[in-house]
């Protein structure tokens, strides 16, 4: 287990290092400096000049490569060159607003996921197991920014139950946090909740044709018996491989779902680098990104091994 | 993995007819099928079937809600929703086959070469590793928001984002076929590797390629209205179904139709194109699971 | 909020009731007010940003030793006067008194001098300050700039509100870009930035409004604070940010759209303040590149298009269908030109078209994503098209844009808004287009004319040479004025005594309890 433990963690690092290489590539691509974000349409060419100097902005880009290198070496990912803090800050005071919002769109999902495909997969066939089932699929079909937008005009503008947008810190006024965070929630898990359906119910209907299912069933036992204690524990390999892809998507639909609702979490401070080219934070901020989706990768790696010890060998 | 489709194809009397029939057999597909036809149709047919044009701006019949003149209502130009909409499955669904296309080509040259060429495995996939960790939409954001939001951008962007998957599974199918038995037979018989991995490999990879493609394409519709949300999908004034969403985005309270219906459209395509998938796969691959 | 706190905040609340508001008032003084805008500032350095969504907040926190008032005039603002010499080249300041910054201690001329010296190095907009030649304390509430020529728009320069010549701490304007603390002398101090989130900003205790005025007068005058807290929350999606406003969640929002406006108007819980004109709308042509080098062909496009089709349909209900370079309210308004504005005939359009060199290629409009500068570009699209002229549309974010607009590549159209100069005066209209800056292309009668008006002394002889330079806008077609917009303010009805200017201004303004 520990030689399979540092094999996997030692794959990251090629990973990372193209990622780095990648973010790099992009910024190079991307026209247009910091300054822009600064400047007016009535600015000079002069005027954009002198302040890249005085944003520091003019140092040839090779040196910025090795230089960044050295830094991310030593765990520092630069200073933002707008917000005026080391990117690492920057990053980490977002990153609890991102994975909460991740977290309970992902709680929320497996729950009502799990439950409408066992529930699918025991009643094969009838209708209920087609409403179900074509309510996972309208789910999964729905464009998410736009199913936020229906949100916020029913439920802020025209019953005005949850706020439209904005957060509210847990520490500051928990009721609000809530208040604040069950919209976007809702909008994040409703794609999650159809592909977690669908994935439950064909590993159900994998499991409920065998034969120790059956000789439970024979035994007389009663269904929710069967279903809880001998189905489900042998369908959550599948079900586990879905959460893993799923805890990686949703960082990537987390991005829009703070822009609809004016969150602060990574995504949006990425969006916003990107569009005011603060460089050191894009890259900062793509390389954390992808690394917790590649440790996420890696905990789900991790969790098949010590279930099935086949993987460790492969 | 694709022994099932390999017992599929080469049955009895004619394999194609057999084929159709099984597909035309599958509830999900005959469905998904009919509802993608329809929005295909509309957008072959917008000339004929639309009773407006859909650039020409009438300010004066703007923000207009359905009504019979306009079934869908108008925006804020004063163009007609409906017509708009129908002619912006043109340009979405043209964004999807280009897509369609480059990551079917790229993926399968990638996940072909890993494959296949053991030595280039490792360091392709641990790069296709990459791209695949760096998250798509954001890849798709700076590429659209800084090269421009044009047509070929969108594509080569949406392209670059569903490449890495596709190659991962042609890879799969191909680690899978390279080592059986009709393989090690055309090796011996010293067939070439560009002979190998289309006559024979490719061919069997096939099956889990089309379904990946399929679902591909369904993303990409999703994908072209987010990036469109974000103010970087294609430009005006050719309408696209995140475009049009995203022009009537100001205007959501007092004028819902506009960012309601192209979003019915979306949901009403992409649902088409799950369940086409689906069909196809039960019927081509029934291992594959989502 | 402790008891203790809370006995202090009514205490001093009832001691500002007596001593500022009359009694007839029923409101109590006090209380927050958040603010709904689109996006939060690149930087609260205000001398490295001319960017608008800076200014709304920075001109809270910092002031300048001269601001501009309601009418855009220079008046004292830090200083409380100002004395010329005769030959025009020295200007002597004298500060006000017992003015303190937000750390407490009192501004004196040490720190005026190391801001504008500050503002000369690495000020985005220190072309405002060329002019001068030495910076000097002269005791502790003196301050002498000499000039090196004499230039009658110095106050102007100075108190511009582009990227403001705000007074900061000494110790502050040694540190270098976007790199201080945010201390300065306004009414409002500085509590927090929350990049995505929001700005807050509260009263400043120790503000001492300039005793030279009685009342709030633009960006300058009486600037007294009746509320305790105000945070600027950014919502970049409109119906999130009216639906914050409905919800009682803000209470004001900085700018909804036309219809947005037009429901909320009916609804007695809302006032809404029509800020018109705020900005020209104005359509650059690249002078540098085929065939928008040909002035037969931008009059062919002038002509084809029709400005309240483009105005109503980007601005709904906000905006003037007026050609001239200056606001219609503006002293130098004049109709020079104007027979050639907003024609709409595309007959007359494709006559110039086949004096022109234009043989069908495709022309290229730039645009940054604005929704209203797209929807400019849209209506041009298609307005062209009639006339047989091929176009594709670029859109790309701020950054692209404004570096391919700034080069003579890449784009023959490019549109975006033009609000602080024809708030600045017809003189910064005019150097927009001097040495070929916004057409890439200089032309020599512009340049010309925009020199001799800024060496012009008398009004008349300035407006005898705005006319000559609106005429030559319109001859050459040196670019084209689509019209003015405005924007739309909304108050609820708790917010009270607010007036609405280019920055929503808070002070002055009371909450309803």
């Known amino acids: 287990m520990r030689n399979y433990l540092i094999r996997r963690i030692i794959s990251v690092l090629p990973v990372l290092f193209f990622v780095s290489l990648l973010s790099f590539a992009v910024i190079w691509i991307i026209p247009g400096d910091p300054t822009a974000a600064f400047l007016d349409a009535s600015a000079t060419p002069e005027q954009v000049e002198a302040l890249r100097d005085n944003l520091g902005l003019n140092k040839p880009p090779l040196l910025q490569v090795t230089e960044w290198y050295g830094q991310v070496l030593t765990g520092n990912l630069g200073q933002s060159i707008l917000m005026r803090t080391p990117v690492l800050t920057a990053i980490l005071e977002r990153l609890p607003l991102t994975l909460t919002l991740a977290a309970m769109a992902l709680v929320l999902a497996v729950l009502l996921g799990v439950a409408a495909g066992v529930f699918a997969a ?59 965070m069950v919209l976007p929630t809702l909008t994040l898990a409703v794609v999650q909740i159809g592909f977690i359906a669908r994935m439950t119910r064909s590993a159900m209907l994998d499991v409920i044709n065998q034969d120790f299912i059956r000789t439970a069933h024979a ?53 916003g680098a990107i569009l005011s080219r603060d460089y050191p934070l894009i890259q900062g901020g793509l390389l954390f990104l992808t690394l917790i989706y590649l440790l996420i990768n890696l905990g789900v790696d991790l969790l098949y091994a010590a279930v099935d010890p086949r993987v460790r060998l492969e | 993995m694709s022994t099932q489709a390999l017992d599929a194809l080469p049955k009895a009397q004619s394999p194609f007819l057999t084929f159709m029939s099984r597909l035309l057999d599958n509830r999900s597909f005959v469905i998904g099928a009919t509802l993608f036809l329809f929005v295909v149709l509309l957008a072959v047919f917008a000339d004929v079937i639309t009773p407006y044009e859909p650039n020409a701006n009438n300010f004066r019949a703007r923000l207009q809600p359905p009504s019979a003149e306009h079934w869908f209502g108008t925006d804020h130009f004063g163009r ?12 979405s669904l043209t964004i999807g086959i280009a897509v369609v296309i480059f990551t079917g080509v790229f993926g399968t040259l990638i ?172 019927v081509l691959d029934p291992r594959i699971k989502v | 909020m402790n008891m203790k706190k809370l006995s202090l905040g009514l205490a001093m609340g009832l001691m500002a009731s007596i001593a500022i508001v009359p009694a007839a008032f029923a409101q109590t003084p006090g209380g927050e007010i958040i603010i709904a805008s689109v996006q939060g500032p690149p930087s609260l350095d205000a ?29 004292p603002d830090l200083a409380e006067s100002v004395t010329v010499s005769e030959d025009g080249k020295t200007y002597n300041f004298k500060l006000r008194e017992g003015v303190k910054f937000h750390n407490g201690k009192e501004m004196t001329s040490e720190d005026v001098v190391a801001s504008i010296e500050r503002y ?98 633009g960006l300058a005058g009486k600037k007294e604070v009746l509320i305790d807290k105000v945070t600027f929350r950014f919502i970049p999606e409109a119906g999130a940010r009216t639906a914050a406003l409905e919800s009682g969640a803000v209470q004001i929002v900085e700018t909804v759209d036309g219809p947005t406006a037009e429901r909320l108007r009916a609804d007695p819980k809302y006032i809404i303040h029509d800020v018109l004109p705020f900005a020209f709308q104005v359509i650059k042509f690249n002078h540098a590149l085929a065939p928008t080098d040909d002035v037969n062909f931008r009059k062919a496009v002038q002509a084809a298009l029709d400005m309240e089709e483009i105005m109503e349909i980007s601005y709904a209900d906000i905006n003037q269908v007026d050609g001239g370079w200056v606001f219609p309210n503006s002293p130098f308004a004049t109709s020079a030109g104007i027979d050639q504005y907003n024609v709409a005939d595309l007959e007359a359009a494709k006559a110039f078209l086949d004096q022109s060199a234009y043989n069908g290629e495709t022309v290229t409009f730039i645009t940054d994503n604005l929704r209203p500068n797209v929807d400019v570009a849209t209506v041009v699209q298609s307005r062209l098209e009639a006339i047989g002229v091929k176009m594709d549309i670029s859109v790309a974010d701020w950054p692209t844009t404004s570096k391919i607009g700034f080069t003579p590549n890449g784009w023959n159209f490019w549109t975006h808004g033009f609000g602080i100069e024809p708030f600045e005066g017809p003189g910064t209209v005019m150097s927009a287009w001097v040495g070929g800056s916004g057409q890439m292309v200089p032309d020599p009668e512009i340049d010309r004319i925009a020199g001799e008006f800024n060496a012009a002394l008398t009004d008349d002889a300035k407006k005898a040479l705005f006319t000559e330079f609106q005429q030559r806008m319109f001859d050459n077609m040196v670019a084209i004025k689509a019209g003015n917009y405005g924007l739309f303010q909304v108050t609820n009805d708790k917010v009270e005594n607010f007036v609405s200017f280019r920055i929503p201004r808070m002070w002055g303004v009371t909450l309803a309890q």
């Open chain 1, 122 to 180: 025991t009643r094969r066939g009838t209708w209920a197991d087609q409403t179900v089932m074509t309510l996972a699929l309208l789910g999964l079909s729905v464009p998410d920014f736009w199913l936020g937008l229906l949100l916020i005009v029913v439920f802020a503008v025209q019953l005005g139950w949850f706020p439209s947008g904005g957060y509210v810190p847990f520490m500051q006024d928990p009721a609000a946090w809530l208040s604040s």
């Open chain 2, 80 to 91: 007609d929703i409906l017509t708009r909409v129908i002619y912006g499955g043109r340009l």
């Open chain 1, 219 to 271: 035994k007389g036992l009663s269904e929710l018996y069967v279903v809880t204690r001998h189905g489900l524990p042998n369908a959550m390999m599948p079900i586990l491989t879905v959460t893993g892809i799923i805890a990686g998507a949703l960082l990537g639909s987390a991005v829009v779902v703070e822009q609809v609702f004016a969150l602060p979490g990574v995504g949006r401070l990425i969006i």
């Open chain 2, 111 to 282: 996940g072909a070469a890993a494959g296949y060429f053991r030595r280039l495995d490792n360091i392709i996939m641990r790069f296709m590793d990459a791209l695949m960790a760096f998250p798509s939409i954001l890849l798709a954001i700076t590429v659209a928001a800084t090269l421009g939001a044009s047509v070929p951008n969108v594509i080569l962007a949406l392209g670059i984002a569903t490449t890495p998957h596709t190659a991962r599974i042609v890879r799969a199918s191909v680690l899978v076929v390279r080592e059986m038995e009709y393989v090690e037979a055309a090796r011996a018989l010293g067939a070439g590797h560009a002979r190998i991995l289309f006559r024979h490999i490719l061919a069997n990879s096939l099956a889990p390629l089309i379904v990946r493609l399929t679902y591909v394409f369904a993303s990409v519709i999703l994908a072209e209205a987010v990036l469109s949300y974000l103010g970087v999908g294609p430009p005006p004034p050719a309408p696209t179904f995140g475009g049009i969403i995203a022009n009537g985005r100001d205007f959501m309270v007092e004028a819902p139709w506009v960012t309601l219906f192209p979003g019915l459209i979306i949901l009403f395509t992409v649902l088409g194109l799950n369940l086409l998938g689906d069909g196809l796969r039960d």
């Open chain 3, 47 to 75: 001398h490295v940003t001319n960017a608008q969504v800076a200014r709304n907040i920075t001109l809270h926190v910092y002031e300048t030793l001269y601001a501009r008032n309601e009418n855009g005039d220079a008046v």
């Open chain 3, 120 to 217: 000369r190095d690495i000020g985005v907009s220190k072309t405002l300050v060329a002019a001068v030649d030495t910076v000097a304390a002269d005791g502790p509430y003196n301050v002498v700039i000499t000039l090196k020529e004499p230039q009658s728009v110095f106050l102007d320069n100075i108190s511009s509100p582009r990227a403001p010549l705000a007074i900061y701490p000494a110790e502050e304007a040694a540190k270098g870009a976007n790199e201080i603390d945010y201390i300065g002398t306004g009414p409002f101090k500085f509590v927090e930035y929350i990049p995505d989130s929001h700005v807050t900003l509260e009263k400043f205790a120790d503000y001492v409004p300039n005793p030279a005025y009685t009342e709030r007068d």
